[in-house]
């Protein structure tokens, strides 16, 4: 079988230089992705044309050489496969129509959710097909209390304030939301390694704002469920989680969620991982995306940084959070670059 350094890395196997790859390594900083996105009529039928996915998410591997593609797709199929109103405007990212404590129960009554995933699944298989055998191939989804908080708020917010307060004083139909969209995680994760994913992230975007009950409660448990279901039926599926903002939540997240690698966002302290998790515990990340905007000697410096932090465990090498628009691409080639080649 072909080495791929960086699956070999989330499983445990500390290399001699970090693997990398880039979270929204496939996007608008690529003139060529804006081409392709001309030729969709929205993001979501981006999301859902194979032809156009599959391109989208190998053109990063065109230009660098990064150790894996990440299946280009959105968080947010699944509130839209499951029958939630969802869509991308211009300016303002997602809008959705709110659920209430009422249309929960509709939910995912009206057609299967993996039917209408069908064609993401279809990527997936194209991608396995056409990737270079020592290139990692990951999918992934959004976690369920991220996620929940765009179907109960309708929107990104600062605080989440909807989801939050929806949880205190619904508890009985946020506990049905949750269920709902653990099991379709399992389900549409499973699906997605039965395609050809080896490895899947789970992305926790807005793990912060909550005290260390509502943590445990709507990230650490949802996100343990779905390493559970999916391991019961992909033995050993190898799992990034990635909390962003959990802060002093971290080394109880990775405890008892069971991931494999835990993804730092850029604001983890360098020397976190040394003090408060198991070495033997594989990260990610955690370069603030702004220092590759900016570019020069600040940036080598930063990833020499990096690099040195995490050079006694495994280590993946990843921005900590998404690349922004505006980023050059020689400056995405220099960091690749450094970090292949020191």
């Given at each position: 079988?072909?080495?791929?350094?960086?699956?070999?890395?989330?499983?445990?196997?500390?290399q001699?230089?970090?693997?990398?790859?880039?979270?929204?390594?496939?996007?608008?900083?690529?003139?060529?992705?804006?081409?392709?996105?001309?030729?969709?009529?929205n993001?979501?039928?981006?999301?859902?044309?194979?032809?156009?996915?599959?391109?989208?998410?190998?053109?990063?591997?065109?230009?660098?050489?990064?150790?894996?593609?990440?299946?280009f797709?959105?968080?947010?199929?699944?509130?839209?496969?499951?029958?939630?109103?969802?869509?991308?405007?211009?300016?303002?990212?997602?809008v959705?129509?709110?659920?209430?404590?009422?249309?929960?129960?509709?939910?995912?009554?009206?057609?299967?959710?993996?039917?209408?995933l069908?064609?993401v699944?279809?990527?997936?298989?194209?991608?396995?097909a056409?990737?270079?055998?020592?290139?990692?191939?990951?999918?992934?989804?959004?976690?369920?209390?991220?996620?929940?908080?765009?179907?109960?708020?309708?929107?990104g917010?600062?605080?989440?304030?909807?989801?939050?307060?929806f949880?205190?004083?619904?508890?009985?139909?946020?506990?049905a939301?949750?269920?709902?969209?653990?099991?379709?995680?399992?389900?549409?994760?499973?699906?997605?390694?039965?395609?050809?994913?080896?490895v899947v992230?789970?992305?926790?975007?807005?793990?912060?704002?909550?005290?260390?009950?509502?943590?445990?409660e709507?990230?650490?448990?949802?996100?343990?469920?779905?390493?559970e279901?999916?391991?019961?039926?992909?033995?050993?599926?190898?799992?990034?989680?990635?909390?962003?903002?959990?802060?002093?939540?971290?080394?109880?997240?990775?405890?008892?969620?069971?991931?494999?690698?835990?993804g730092?966002?850029?604001?983890?302290?360098?020397?976190?991982?040394?003090?408060?998790?198991?070495?033997?515990?594989?990260?990610?990340?955690?370069?603030?995306?702004?220092?590759?905007?900016?570019?020069?000697?600040?940036?080598?410096?930063?990833?020499?940084?990096?690099?040195?932090?995490?050079?006694?465990?495994?280590?993946?090498?990843n921005?900590?959070?998404?690349?922004?628009?505006?980023?050059?691409?020689?400056?995405?080639?220099?960091?690749?670059?450094?970090?292949?080649?020191?």
């Amino acid at each position: 079988m072909t080495h791929k350094p960086l699956l070999a890395t989330v499983l445990g196997q500390r290399q001699e230089r970090p693997p990398i790859w880039i979270m929204r390594q496939a996007g608008r900083y690529l003139p060529e992705y804006r081409a392709i996105r001309t030729k969709a009529k929205n993001f979501l039928e981006l999301c859902y044309t194979p032809d156009l996915a599959t391109e989208v998410t190998l053109q990063p591997l065109r230009r660098f050489d990064l150790d894996a593609a990440i299946l280009f797709s959105d968080i947010l199929v699944i509130p839209d496969a499951l029958g939630q109103s969802v869509r991308f405007e211009a300016g303002e990212g997602p809008v959705l129509d709110p659920v209430s404590v009422e249309s929960i129960a509709g939910l995912g009554k009206e057609r299967d959710a993996l039917d209408h995933l069908a064609p993401v699944l279809e990527t997936v298989r194209r991608l396995r097909a056409g990737l270079a055998p020592e290139k990692t191939l990951i999918g992934f989804c959004g976690s369920p209390w991220t996620v929940a908080t765009y179907m109960i708020g309708g929107r990104g917010s600062p605080d989440q304030a909807a989801a939050r307060l929806f949880a205190l004083r619904h508890p009985e139909a946020f506990a049905a939301l949750m269920d709902l969209l653990v099991q379709t995680s399992v389900d549409y994760l499973v699906a997605q390694f039965e395609a050809g994913a080896d490895v899947v992230q789970l992305f926790e975007s807005w793990a912060l704002n909550l005290d260390d009950v509502a943590f445990a409660e709507r990230v650490i448990e949802p996100n343990r469920r779905i390493v559970e279901g999916v391991r019961a039926r992909v033995p050993n599926a190898p799992v990034i989680g990635f909390p962003r903002g959990a802060a002093g939540n971290l080394a109880r997240y990775a405890d008892q969620t069971g991931v494999n690698a835990l993804g730092l966002d850029y604001a983890t302290p360098l020397d976190f991982a040394a003090q408060h998790l198991p070495s033997s515990l594989p990260v990610q990340g955690n370069l603030d995306p702004l220092r590759l905007v900016a570019g020069g000697a600040q940036l080598d410096a930063r990833v020499d940084q990096v690099i040195a932090a995490f050079a006694d465990r495994p280590h993946i090498f990843n921005l900590g959070h998404g690349i922004v628009p505006e980023t050059p691409i020689e400056h995405v080639e220099r960091l690749v670059n450094r970090v292949k080649n020191g």
